[in-house]
């Protein structure tokens, strides 16, 4: 088992940071690359900024079908790894690789097809249609390399080895990081391409990554040894695989596709506050995007120890990783209430207008911050277990309760408030609901595992 680490065994806390903090240390730097492309992006303009981030909410989409493999490769290849199953490791690695290629390539192709029906569905008027169209098709290029990352990503990740991953999405995100000012703004002896010049980059970035991923392939060949993709893949292990997958993959494309209809009803008031919630998600980023790493650590740890039948560490395991998000969420809550003009402020310059609704987006999602980190880690928690199914149904639930709840309460004096409140409420029932589902999940299934041993699964 050489590269990865046995989280069976040892300290819970140190193993769970050993694992997160590649994660999260990946996330930093994603996130810091999403604000530097929203900063570059910003100062072409309100505009830009609204065609950009509609034409990624179809690789946000996108994210969301590639759950399908992903999820099943990290929670399948930790529990192989906690029964010490090499051949198993490396038959749902396999079969996880070539569900992804066959996802990302499908999924490129229909949104190329169809960009223009796509992005007319925001009926923002042109120039920004053609400008969204223009970034959505150079970005469908990339989005088999981004799908086939990802997945890789969830192989290492469920093998206990988040440090590989992170060195490999960090040079990627450090080469589009430096791609975006030259192809934006024509630096050199690059053309100014503005939008496109920033999918460009993007799609650059994604290729790097897979050639530093099959590169780390070869270095590791008594995990991944006979890791043949052209091998015929069995249809029980597709199954397996993508049943597992499935809930998370129609709860992120719902969410996705909610946050579709959202950004339709924003849009009723122009295209600044459509800039206003792209700016303002990436900002908030700071915290769901770090308690995204320890749900990927939590889900790996919680996968291994079930394999491995140690009912009590998982349950310790829980209340470790719900203390370290604490943390990120309240000091995230402090950040975003506290300062959320100037910060939105480096972000679009010269707009007063909206900088003032950047901060006030802010200050109300602030209020949630702490229950989506709560929400995040709990997700994790249950993915561990194989158990998909609860995230999803409280994650659609007041997902879709969104939409009602945005128009009934812009209609009111809240106006254009009124859509983040209904957003920054459902945050909060989420991490409470199912944080009190999953407590009573560890006290039946822990009355079931007498002696703190849970049966071979």
Known sequence: MAHTVDLTTGSISGRLARLAAPIIATSFVEMAYNLTDMAWVGRLGSNAVAAVGTAGFFTWLASAVMLLASIGAEVRVAQAAGRKDMDGVRSYARHSVQLALMIGAVYALAVGA???????????????????????????????????????????????????????????????????????????????????????????????????????LRRRPELFAGLNILEKPAAEKFREIMILGLPPAVKNALFASISMVIARIV??????????????????????????????????????????????????????????????????????????????????????????????????????????????????????????????????????????????LSSTRLGLNGIWWAISLSCIAKGLVLSLWHLRFLQRAGSAAPGGVMPQP
């Open 114 to 216: 169809f960009r223009r029906e796509l992005i007319g569905f925001f009926r923002l008027g042109s120039p920004v249609d053609e400008m969204a169209a223009g970034y959505l098709v150079i970005v469908a290029a990339g989005l088999p390399f981004f799908v086939l990352n990802w997945v890789l990503t969830s192989v290492f990740n469920g093998l206990g080895d988040s440090a590989a991953p992170f060195r490999v999405n960090a040079l990627g995100l450090v080469l589009n990081m430096m791609l975006d000012p030259i192809l934006i703004f024509g630096l050199g002896p690059a053309p100014r391409l503005e939008a496109s010049g920033a999918a460009l980059a993007t799609v650059a970035a994604q290729v790097a990554v897979t050639l530093a991923f099959l590169r780390e």
């Open 267 to 408: 849009a009723q008031w122009g295209p600044v506050p459509v800039a206003v919630q792209r700016v303002g998600s990436q900002i908030e980023s700071i915290s769901w995007m770090t308690a995204g790493g320890f749900e990927r650590a939590m889900s790996a740890f919680v996968g291994q120890n079930y394999g491995a039948g140690c009912w009590g560490r998982i349950k310790k395991g829980y209340f470790v990783g719900l203390g370290l998000v604490s943390i990120i969420g309240l000091a995230a809550t402090a950040l975003l209430v506290s300062a959320g003009e100037p910060i939105f402020a480096l972000f679009i310059p010269g707009e007063p207008e909206a900088v003032r609704q950047g901060a006030a987006y802010l200050r109300i999602m602030g209020v949630c911050q702490w229950w989506m980190c709560v929400e995040i880690v709990t997700g994790g928690a249950f993915l561990g277990h194989g158990k998909s199914m609860p995230p999803a149904v409280v994650s659609i639930t007041f997902n879709l309760l969104r939409i009602p709840a945005a128009l009934a």
